[in-house]
């Protein structure tokens, strides 16, 4: 089974997220889709356009393999844009910064064998303590609402962003 935990992140939170994975190892972020496959390699990813991205930490080998989007893409407009589609066994940490102003929260996830039927071809126990400190960070500077034990964490910003949020 996979790893994750529920956050909320805004663009200030992410680029503090990732300021600090850079800290930890050599990075390389990527984006579900772009018109070309070197467009989907970003410097840092704008999540008010788009929650999702990934982190490959590139002390694991992996090679990424390039798909491209079909006509039957629940997505139309993404149609003959590019994706990486080797990510089910790949040594990345999966962000989704979730939606404030929707209420939707994201995660952090770490497939580990859950999307790997073949096993894994990198340092398992090393990257768990990578993620794991990855994990230390989110939980040391996110809160969590009162009594909210199941639900995300608020990355700063998205904590302050809720504290003037007018309750629905």
Known sequence: ??????VFATQTDADALIAFMRETAEIAIFVNFAE??????VEAPDVNGNPFFRVWNKRFPWTPEYGRVGEN???PKHVGWYYVRNTGAAPVVEFDCGTLGK???GRMYWSKYFTAPDGLEYDVDAFSQWYDKILRWIRKQ??????DHPGPYYLPDAWE????????
């Open 142 to 147: 996110g809160k969590k609402r009162p009594g």
């Open 36 to 41: 070309t496959a070197e467009g989907l390699w």
């Open 103 to 105: 209420g939707r929260w």
């Open 73 to 75: 893409s629940v997505e």
């Open 1 to 6: 089974m996979g790893r994750q935990v529920p």
């Open 161 to 168: 962003q809720t504290q003037t949020l007018k309750p629905r």
